[in-house]
């Protein structure tokens, strides 16, 4: 059975810094892109950045955020940096299982139940 497990979220005051951790169980995904995804409240879920061959950002985290992978530990990282409040939302991640879009998250599957990040003023 494939699952994904998200941690590391929390409160944390505008400018802090979090660590999320995306780990996999049930089979690899060294040779996946694995991406991290954002819901808010009442919004669609939109794309952060995500990791393959390549590295990509959204623009709204490009400079703040850092996405790594593990491939010994089948895990994937989102350093948060310089957060804000509207950097609200519960985080996901997931590996890409088809061939749309990379910023798509039709494209993804397997995702786990997400970690809640809050950024008070």
């Known amino acids: 059975q494939v699952q994904l497990e998200e941690s590391g979220g929390g409160l944390v005051q505008a400018g802090g810094s979090l660590r999320l951790s995306c780990a996999a169980s049930?089979?690899?995904?060294?040779?996946?892109?694995v991406g991290w995804f954002r819901q808010a409240p009442g919004k669609e879920r939109e794309f952060v950045a995500a990791?393959?061959?390549?590295?990509y950002y959204a623009d709204f985290v490009k400079g703040r955020f850092t996405i790594s992978r593990d491939n010994a530990k089948n895990t994937v990282y989102l350093q948060m940096n310089s957060l804000k409040p509207e950097d609200t939302a519960v985080y996901y991640c997931?590996?890409?299982?088809?061939?749309?879009?990379?910023?798509?998250?039709?494209?993804?599957?397997?995702w786990g139940q997400g970690t809640q990040v809050t950024v008070s003023s």
């Open positions: 997931a590996p890409k299982l088809s061939s749309g879009s990379l910023s798509n998250f039709k494209s993804y599957g397997y």
């Open positions: 049930g089979r690899t995904f060294s040779q996946n892109v």
């Open positions: 990791i393959g061959s390549g590295i």
